[in-house]
């Protein structure tokens, strides 16, 4: 994405065209020159998607492009201007230090990062053990779980906050800490779902095969379907990850004091502490972005194609 | 097969049981109880039968919130249309395109709250939006985006479509992937234009995914409220004009503590989506009706 933008992309692919008819008629080419054509109209008859993936991504990576932009904005730096300036003249650093100093930014983070895998962990083994019997054994009453757990699905897990919220005050005492925001995540029934249909892939003569050596239920799910389902695992995981880290109305109900708060409700915080402060916002926002980017690049593969297996599923 | 292991597979679905009916079946149940009482959280609730539902009736706000929460409903065509096109756009081998679906990801995975966060500075009177606008003279003045009431939903809703395309069309794509090479074949012998080839063969070669998003989606475009949280900076837009289903259970039960009432306003959400997902299965039996 090194030249002259989409426009001139265009023009590049406008005169590829006309160089790859002007060669048409030619006879007796070369290999590395008939290569050396195709190669070009490949270019041509691709250039125009270029353009079109090219404006797309502007699209979409402009909002986050303009917040970091934002951020490395020195007071001298107008945020507002007709135009508005994109690159900043006098770059800096001190917003990245305003916000650290007056909101424990690393705490939400470590909150998060304990409350993301605190959930991803037992979640994903909550649901793979619950899946085990649904896939691969028969016994009483197992429609009827299954059929009460596909009715949860159905449920807008915003209905249950109030009763939730009642229970975190009164029951289970735990309100304003970060227990309040892992409990209520622990089990999904998607994930149950999706364990479930992993199971049923493996063939039935494996796991006899290991009943019959000996081993027993909890020694084939740990030793034979676990291993085995790997790639599933690792998709739920993945998603359960990315979605507690970014939830926020729950926590945003449970976690009040500064040191408890999640990323997602530090930064709403945020937005009120720094109001019209655009350039710490900016900061903040960066700042919590960059992270789960990261992650998302190291993860992606698994994440794409667990998007994908879910809709089989 | 499982004759000799009585309790084990109880033992195995126990936590999940068990979680769930804490954190899901009971406060179904207890949310019931409370859309009968006059309850905020702080007394005990005391039952008044059917006052909170008539009281909805003549809830002008509430029909609001109904009525942007069914507008919001138009974002799920949108993002089913959009997503495909982009699927069919990334579905071709060409270089660095890993790259490219990558990018369009990164708003899935970046979390409401800071894309909303970005959109509600974009559009703010001295954002980027009105810089640029002002620069190429489209308008004098600045606009006040998210203080005009009939902006507030539409730019909630261009915010989750944007944030959903990337997100959707990976789900195309996999479906893309799955429509055999020789039916494309079979449509340009017959001679079908590009165009024609996606309309006869890939759209109903995506039928299971269009479902699958359209269920998704609509689910979600029904439940939205940080979109709506950050963009109005928690007021829900004035006069309201934010105002979704969900904003509203979220504005009575935890800032006004009418719990009591926001409970029956979560009943008729139940009743909502219920209706939807019948709907939802319904199309997904004819779809296995058709093969």
């Given amino acids: 994405m090194s030249d002259g933008g989409p426009a001139g992309k265009a023009v590049g692919a406008v005169g590829a065209v006309a160089s790859a008819a002007v060669l048409e008629p030619v006879a007796g080419l070369t290999g590395a020159r008939l290569r050396r054509r195709r190669r070009r109209r490949e270019l041509a008859s691709n250039a125009g998607w270029y353009v079109v993936l090219t404006v797309f991504a502007a699209i979409t990576v402009f909002p986050f492009l303009w917040m ?219 700042m919590t972005v960059i992270p789960i980017l990261l992650f998302f690049i190291v993860v992606q593969r698994y994440f794409v194609r667990g998007l994908a297996g879910a809709v089989k599923g | 097969m499982t004759r000799r292991f009585k309790a084990t597979p109880y033992l195995f679905l126990l936590p999940a049981v068990a979680l769930i009916g804490v954190f899901v079946v009971y406060p179904i149940l207890a949310v019931f109880y409370y859309s009968f009482t006059d309850y905020d959280i702080v007394r005990p609730p005391v039952w008044v039968g059917l006052d909170n539902f008539r009281r909805l009736l003549g809830d002008g706000t509430f029909w609001l919130a109904l009525t942007h929460s069914f507008v919001y409903l138009l974002v799920t065509p949108t993002i089913i249309a959009l997503s495909i096109c982009l699927a069919i756009v990334v579905n071709r081998k060409l270089r660095g395109i890993h790259i490219f679906r990558a990018l369009y990801f990164v708003p899935a995975v970046s979390g409401s709250i800071a894309i909303g966060l970005s959109w509600r500075w974009l559009f703010d009177r001295n954002g980027f939006i009105n810089g640029i606008l002002q620069s190429l003279g489209v308008i004098d003045t600045p606009i006040q985006w998210l203080a005009e009431p009939g902006l507030v939903l539409p730019i909630a809703m261009l915010l989750t479509i944007w944030a959903g395309i990337g997100y959707y069309s990976v789900i195309f794509l996999a479906g893309l992937q799955n429509i055999p090479e020789e039916l494309y074949d079979a449509a340009r012998i017959d001679g079908a234009s590009d165009l024609q080839k996606h309309w006869h063969v890939s759209l109903p070669g995506l039928r299971p995914q269009i479902v699958f998003v359209a269920v998704i989606s609509s689910l979600a475009a029904l439940k939205v409220f940080d979109e709506i949280y950050v963009l109005t900076s928690r007021s829900g837009g004035i006069l309201d004009s934010g105002v979704t289903m969900v904003f509203y259970l979220w504005k009575q039960a935890f800032t006004l503590q009418h719990a009591g009432y926001a409970a029956a306003i979560a009943i008729v959400l139940l009743g909502i989506t219920l209706a939807f997902s019948i709907v939802n299965v319904r199309l997904l039996e004819r779809q296995e009706g058709d093969r």
């Fill in chain 1, 68 to 286: 970091l932009l934002t951020s490395l904005k020195g007071p001298a730096d107008p945020i507002a201007s007709v135009p508005p300036q994109l690159i900043p003249g006098h770059p800096t650093l001190a917003n990245y230090q305003r916000v650290l100093d007056s909101l424990p930014i690393l705490k939400f983070f470590q909150n998060s990062i304990v409350v993301s895998t605190a959930v991803t962990g037992l979640n994903v083994l909550v649901s793979a053990m619950a899946a085990y019997p649904l896939a691969k054994m028969r016994f009483r009453g197992r429609e009827w779980i299954f059929y009460l757990l596909l009715a949860t699905l159905i449920v807008p897990t915003q209905l249950t906050y109030i009763p939730s919220f009642i229970l975190a005050v009164n029951v289970f005492h735990y309100y304003n800490t970060l227990p309040a925001v892992i409990f209520p995540s622990l089990a999904s029934a998607f994930n149950i779902f999706l364990m479930r249909q992993a199971f049923r892939s493996v063939p039935n003569d494996l796991i006899d095969a290991a009943r019959v050596d000996g081993a027993g239920e909890w020694r084939v799910w740990w030793q034979i379907l676990l291993p085995i389902v790997r790639p599933s695992l690792a998709a739920v995981a993945i998603f359960t990850f990315v979605t507690s880290w970014n939830d926020f109305l729950w926590p945003s109900l449970m976690l009040h004091d500064r040191t408890q708060m999640t990323l997602p409700v530090g930064l709403a915080a945020l937005q009120g502490f720094f109001s019209s402060d655009f350039r710490s916002i900016a900061a903040g926002v960066t």
